[in-house]
């Protein structure tokens, strides 16, 4: 009986040693589901800076793609997965970096996004401490939700914020390329 118990909690460590990816200090799922859409981490990278990792990044699609212009451009059901690894990421930092990358991706024109980026801003009013979890998900026809944790933060509406904000990972000028082949799973 013993035998088969141990061969039992194997098979269920193999199985779930398999479920997931790690990178870096983190472990990202290999599958996740929103708004009831099964999701396949299409790959993950790292955001560093100055040889320190800062978090993790992945990809979630419902079919695997190399694209970033394809992704961006989709209008389906979608996840990017954030994984805060280091106590460098800060909230005053995290919102500084996220009004960057907004700048970034729309060339400096944000006025049609400007509300919609300063609620998704609100979504960092509380501390960012090592171990936390941001899923950032476009949900078609609904919008981006985001969670903390699992909690969910709130919902900002429109597929242009959805392009923007995905942006910042997958456009000409990420936050970090190493993070962009990651997520694509070109490395």
């Known amino acids: ?63 695997k793609s190399k694209d970033p212009k394809a992704i961006l451009d989709a209008d389906e059901t979608m996840a990017i997965k954030l994984n805060i690894v280091s106590g460098f990421v800060t909230q005053k930092k995290m919102i500084k970096a996220v009004r960057d990358g907004f700048n970034k991706a729309t060339f400096g024109n944000t006025k049609a996004l400007d509300e919609r980026i300063n609620k998704f801003i609100r979504f960092f009013s509380e501390p960012i401490v090592k171990n936390d979890i941001f899923d950032i998900v476009y949900v078609k026809d609904k919008g981006v939700k985001a969670f903390k944790n699992g909690k969910e933060l709130g919902v900002i509406e ?8 995905f942006k910042i990972w997958l456009g000409d000028e990420p936050a970090s390329e190493g993070i962009k082949k990651g997520m694509l799973g070109l490395q």
């Open 1 to 63: 009986m013993k035998k088969i118990t141990l061969v039992l909690v194997a098979l269920i460590s193999i199985s779930a040693a398999t479920a997931q990816i790690r990178v870096g200090k983190a472990i990202l799922p290999y599958e996740e589901n929103f708004a009831d859409t099964d999701l396949k981490l299409n790959g993950a990278g790292m955001r560093e800076m100055l040889w320190i990792d800062l978090y993790a990044g992945g990809l979630y699609l419902q079919n």
């Open 158 to 165: 429109g597929r242009d914020f959805k392009y923007a904000l």
